[in-house]
Nanobody
Framework: QFRLVESGGGLVQPGESLTLSCATS????????FAWFRQVPGKEREGVAC?????????YYVDSVKGRFTISRDNGKATVYLQMNNLQSDDTAVYSC?????????????????????????WGQGTQVTVSS
């Protein structure tokens, strides 16, 4: 059974940093692609970053976080991370991670096209990130 548990959120001031973690269990993490999403009340969940399950770990970022956020994975620790720098008030949201099975959805070719965020699922409970002065 897939289980994803996010942690690391909190209250920070604009310009500060946070690192989110997504601990996985119940499956072999290395076989899956992962993505971080965020959601604010009244809006749809927004994909912000993803990383492939391949050994080379290709990444993709939406423009609003490019250059500030870094997604990474440690298959040995069964954890996906999101390093967030220079946080701004617009980054305030509940952040959650999701996974994608490349065997059923096909390989991600991030060098050619962006991910289809709807192909990710199995969300955790999320972690709140609040950026406020």
């Amino acid at each position: 059974q897939f289980r994803l548990v996010e942690s690391g959120g909190g209250l920070v001031q604009p310009g500060e940093s946070l690192t989110l973690s997504c601990a996985t269990s119940g499956f072999t993490m290395a076989n899956y692609d992962f993505a971080w999403f965020r959601q604010v009340p009244g809006k749809e969940r927004e994909g912000v970053a993803c990383i492939t399950g391949s050994d080379d770990g290709y990444t993709y970022y939406v423009d609003s976080v490019k250059g500030r956020f870094t997604i990474s994975r440690d298959n040995g620790k069964a954890t996906v991370y999101l390093q967030m720098n220079n946080l701004q008030s617009d980054d305030t949201a509940v952040y959650s991670c999701g996974l994608r099975n490349p065997l059923s959805a096909g390989p991600l070719v991030l060098r050619v096209r962006p991910p289809v965020w709807e192909e990710f699922g199995s969300w955790g409970q999320g972690t709140q990130v609040t950026v406020s002065s």
